[in-house]
């Protein structure tokens, strides 16, 4: 059997947190469960930013309280800071992310700290979360490009590798994220490989955003350029609300109906999770972005096409 590629659902964190819909403590349970039912094992489920900046995440702790604990089921806290990161050992996260942006303008504006800075704080994070046995990923965001200054070159993305795995409590997974949507498979590849060849053995994701519709070749260029995890959000959800004119997360089902179709493997059930979709977009009152929720599947009709389809 091939390996699994494994998808990381982001909806109720990347994905929820720029919607004005402020969702509830049980309906983010129940989506958390819901991402759990169609067989994804790593959840995004919340931030420790200060609730004044992002209100959607205020309850964290309470939704980490109520999330069932399931063998091979891990829960992923973002942190920025050492106070993000002790409360996600307090909330008991198993997983937590921290990010560091491949661009000096975008830090300042976004993190209110030069890279450099924010690269110390990792080590303090590191410290703090060590002793608990949490799994830490760090993300580095706008590694295809920024708002404010461009193209990013890839030897600023190699130097921030090189700097995080040199530390004395290296990451055990670093993602580069397409954090406003601008990245091209091209350059998806040659970045990946570059970041793969300099470190063979470690795990890398990939976070895209599909604003400029390439989001979903980039995932297909990013799992042939090795990547071992792919982030995705139910229905296409999210944004950022710091990157202008952001949209969503590649959509989790319109991605596993394109891996499934490319022979990748996911572990995750193309069927229950266009019905997961279906069910968020009526929990948000919207019309989500993702498109195999309204399309449905081919060849074989696994899922019902319900009223709700018929309708629109
Ligand atoms: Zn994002």
């Known amino acids: 059997m091939s390996k699994i590629l494994e998808i990381i659902e982001v909806s109720p964190r990347d994905g929820l947190q720029s919607e004005e819909n402020i969702f509830s403590t049980e ?90 800075q924010t690269l110390e704080t990792w080590d303090l994070v590191a410290r703090i979360v060590a002793a608990s046995g949490i799994k830490t990923t760090v993300t580095i965001g706008a590694s295809f490009g920024c708002p404010f200054e461009g193209e990013i070159k890839p030897s600023t993305i190699e130097s921030i590798v090189s700097r995080l795995m040199s530390g004395s409590r290296p990451p055990q997974e670093i993602s580069l994220a397409d954090t406003i949507g601008v990245a091209v498979p091209d350059n998806v590849e040659s970045i990946f490989s570059a970041v793969h060849e300099q470190l063979p053995n470690l795990p890398l994701r990939a976070h895209f955003h599909n604003t400029r519709n390439t989001g979903y070749a ?90 709700q389809h018929e309708r629109r």
């Open 27 to 116: 309906q983010k349970v129940a989506l958390i469960n819901r991402a759990i039912g169609i067989g994804i094992r790593r959840i995004e489920a919340v931030s420790f930013v200060h609730p004044k900046r992002v209100p959607q995440m205020a309850d964290a702790e309470q939704v980490m309280a109520l999330l069932p604990r399931i063998d091979g089921v891990s829960y992923i806290g973002l942190a920025l800071n050492a106070l993000g990161a002790e409360r996600a050992v307090a909330a008991e996260c198993d997983e937590i992310n921290y990010v560091v942006l491949a661009s000096e303008t975008f830090s300042q504006n976004n993190q209110g700290a030069s890279i450099a």
């Open 218 to 307: 980039n995932a297909l260029a990013a799992s042939r350029a090795g990547v071992s995890a792919l982030d995705s959000s139910l229905g296409g959800i999210g944004g950022c609300p710091f990157a202008p004119a952001a949209t969503g997360n590649i959509a989790t089902e319109d991605l596993i109906y394109l891996l499934d179709r490319s022979n990748i493997p996911t572990g995750i059930k193309l069927g229950e999770a266009i019905e997961a979709s279906r069910w968020l977009n009526e929990q948000l009152h919207n019309d989500n972005p993702g498109l195999l929720a309204r399309a449905g599947p081919f060849p074989s009709l696994q899922v019902e096409l319900g009223e």
